[in-house]
């Protein structure tokens, strides 16, 4: 079976510091892999998707960006933290042919004092 | 323009009652639609799926799509309060761009 693992669950990071948040899928190959963003009252926000090893598509201008290094292996930074960067981050993998059945993981909250 | 309109509730009933949750969308060239359920602090759970048209029925949940309205629904039956979650709506033109999601409706099963 396929599981998705996101962490860390909870983090609490300065204005302007780094961020790295990973995501892994186990039991599948070449899933399409996606980054959300969940904000109190907004809904899921699309940030990036990729549909293999080093291809990233950007839905939103930001600070952020996405890499994935590894076949299964999903990747969301930030160099400088924003206060508006605070929100509930989930990762997400679909199979291909499959795209509008998303998996999500157990996502981040990230709050940015 | 990708838009999906969902009130965001919240939605209370008691338990047992025929809940009724409801999306409208705005582009006519999605052809998927889903219904997710997220509880708090969670990542969302798929819980109905529909191409095109039409109803589908899994246990206590029926999704209905009315393409020609734009309009996508989610019924539950003899309600629980395990019931009492978010839930998001979401379509699909199917391609691997991602969902476009409603905000969510915030539904309260009283026992």
């Known amino acids: 079976s396929q599981t998705i693992h996101q962490w860390p669950a909870t983090l609490v990071q300065p204005v302007g510091s780094p961020l790295s948040l990973e995501c892994t899928v186990e039991?599948?190959?070449?899933?399409?892999l996606y980054w959300y963003r969940q904000a109190a009252g907004r809904g899921l926000q699309l940030l990036f998707y990729?549909?293999?090893?080093?291809?990233i598509s950007s839905e939103v201008p930001q600070n952020l960006s996405a890499s994935r290094p590894q076949d299964r292996q999903f990747i969301l930074s930030s160099k400088k933290l924003l206060l508006s960067d605070s929100g509930f981050y989930l990762c997400?993998?679909?199979?291909?042919?499959?795209?509008?059945?998303?998996?999500f993981g157990s996502g981040t909250q990230l709050s940015v004092l | 323009q990708k838009e999906v309109e969902q009130d965001p509730g919240p939605l209370s009933v008691p338990e047992g009652a025929i809940v009724s949750l409801n999306c409208t969308y705005s582009?006519?060239?999605?052809?998927?639609f889903m219904w997710y359920r997220q509880y708090s602090r969670k990542g969302p759970e798929l819980l109905m799926y529909?191409?095109?048209?039409g109803n589908k029925e899994d246990g206590r949940f029926t999704a209905q799509v009315d393409k020609s309205s734009k309009y996508i629904s989610l019924f539950i039956r003899d309600s629980q309060p395990s019931d009492s979650a978010t839930y998001l709506c979401?379509?699909?033109?199917?391609?691997?761009?991602?969902?476009?999601f409603g905000k969510g409706t915030h539904l309260i099963i009283q026992p």
């Open positions: 990729s549909v293999g090893i080093g291809q």
């Open positions: 997400a993998w679909s199979r291909g042919g499959e795209n509008e059945k998303l998996f």
């Open positions: 529909t191409y095109s048209s």
């Open positions: 039991g599948t190959s070449n899933p399409n």
């Open positions: 979401a379509v699909s033109g199917g391609g691997a761009d991602g969902l476009t």
């Open positions: 582009n006519s060239a999605f052809q998927y």
